[in-house]
């Protein structure tokens, strides 16, 4: 069966929004695919506000999440896929929900390492991959 992330994550959205509260997202900011203002990722993630205000056309679908939006300025578009999306909460509140962390497909997994160890450039150490919080956390942001 197909992920339940996308479905759960839009039925969240139009009940915050129903509920006159602002639509977050937390988002695994290294998750491949993941196109996001990199200066904003912090401990690996990034926080977003999906309001219709906020962002422009926005787009929950099964496999990514995509809008435009303004970041210091400058207009980008961003993409989450579904598996980057770790929680949907309203900001007023904190009312929503996290996600499991899922597993990295073999897809996703680093080209050309194995165990760590580059078989391409034995000189060079291998970029060591970002710590991983065993659970996320929300916050309340005033």
Same mark, same amino acid.
């Given at each position: ?27 695994? $900011?290294?998750?491949?695919? @993941?196109? *996001? +203002? ?6 690996? !993630? ?28 400058? $207009?980008?578009?961003?993409? @989450?896929? *579904? +598996? ?6 309203? !900001? ?36 060591? +991959? ?13």
């Amino acid at each position: 069966m197909t992920s339940s992330r996308s479905y759960i994550a839009r039925a969240l959205y139009e009940w915050i929004l129903d509920n006159d509260c602002t639509p977050y997202i937390l988002v695994d $900011a290294y998750r491949r695919g @993941v196109e *996001v +203002p990199q200066e904003f990722v912090k401990d690996g !993630q990034i926080v977003l506000n999906i309001s219709p205000t906020a962002v422009r056309a926005l787009n929950i679908g099964n496999d990514y999440i995509m809008f435009d939006g303004r970041f210091g300025g400058r $207009a980008l578009t961003i993409t @989450v896929p *579904v +598996p980057a999306l770790m929680a949907i909460y309203a !900001q007023e509140n904190g009312q929503g929900m996290v996600f499991e962390a899922e597993l990295l497909d073999e897809q996703e997994e680093v080209e050309g390492f194995e165990d760590g160890v580059s078989d391409q450039d034995p000189d060079k150490e291998p970029p060591q +991959p970002p710590k991983k919080p065993g659970r996320p956390h929300l916050k309340v942001v005033k």
